[in-house]
C-alpha cells in the first residue's frame, strides 16, 4: 500500500505544482503585461546590490586603515625599559653570533656566472614579417 502511495505522490505533487506556476504566471501577466514591472524590479534588484558592494568595500578599506594606524600608535607608544644588567663576555657573543647569522642569512651567495648562450639559427617563424596580418590573398 505505501508502495503505490509513494509512486503516486511525486506526480501528484508536480502536477499541483505546475498548476500553481500556471496560476501564478496568469495573476502576473494580468497585473504586468509588458513586463516594465518585471524590468524595474530586476534593474533595481541589481543597482542596489552593486551600491551595496561598493559601500561595503569602501568600508572595509576605511576599517583596515582604521586598524594599521591604531596598531602604529601602540607601536610608537611603546616605552623602552631600560636593562640595567651589566651582561657578561657570554651574553656578547652570543648576540653577535645571532646577529651575524640573521644578516647572513637575508641575501643568498649567488655565483655570477651568465648561462644565457646564443643560438646558431637566427631564423624564427615568429619574427618572419611575412606572416604578417597585413598580408592581401591573391
Same mark, same amino acid.
Given at each position: 500500500?505505501? =508502495?503505490?502511495?509513494?509512486q503516486v505522490?511525486p506526480?501528484? %505533487?508536480d502536477s499541483?505544482?505546475k498548476s500553481?506556476? !500556471?496560476?501564478n504566471?496568469?495573476?502576473f501577466?494580468?497585473?504586468?503585461?509588458?513586463? %516594465? *514591472?518585471?524590468?524595474f524590479?530586476g534593474?533595481?534588484v %541589481?543597482?542596489l546590490?552593486l551600491?551595496?558592494?561598493?559601500i561595503? =568595500?569602501f568600508n572595509?578599506t576605511?576599517?583596515i586603515?582604521l586598524?594599521?594606524s591604531?596598531?602604529?600608535?601602540e607601536k610608537s607608544?611603546?616605552?623602552q625599559?631600560p636593562i640595567?644588567i651589566?651582561?657578561?663576555?657570554? %651574553?656578547y657573543?652570543s648576540? *653577535?653570533?645571532?646577529l !651575524?647569522l640573521?644578516?647572513?642569512?637575508l !641575501?643568498d651567495?649567488?655565483?655570477?656566472?651568465?648561462?644565457i648562450?646564443?643560438v646558431?639559427r637566427?631564423y624564427?617563424?615568429?619574427s618572419s614579417?611575412?606572416y604578417?596580418?597585413?598580408? =592581401?590573398?591573391?
Amino acid at each position: 500500500m505505501n =508502495f503505490i502511495l509513494a509512486q503516486v505522490t511525486p506526480t501528484l %505533487v508536480d502536477s499541483l505544482t505546475k498548476s500553481k506556476i !500556471h496560476q501564478n504566471s496568469e495573476k502576473f501577466i494580468q497585473i504586468d503585461p509588458m513586463g %516594465v *514591472g518585471m524590468t524595474f524590479i530586476g534593474m533595481s534588484v %541589481v543597482f542596489l546590490s552593486l551600491l551595496l558592494l561598493y559601500i561595503l =568595500f569602501f568600508n572595509i578599506t576605511k576599517i583596515i586603515n582604521l586598524k594599521l594606524s591604531l596598531v602604529k600608535k601602540e607601536k610608537s607608544e611603546k616605552k623602552q625599559i631600560p636593562i640595567s644588567i651589566n651582561p657578561d663576555e657570554e %651574553v656578547y657573543a652570543s648576540i *653577535g653570533l645571532a646577529l !651575524h647569522l640573521h644578516f647572513s642569512e637575508l !641575501h643568498d651567495k649567488e655565483s655570477t656566472v651568465l648561462t644565457i648562450n646564443k643560438v646558431a639559427r637566427t631564423y624564427s617563424p615568429w619574427s618572419s614579417k611575412i606572416y604578417g596580418l597585413r598580408q =592581401f590573398p591573391r
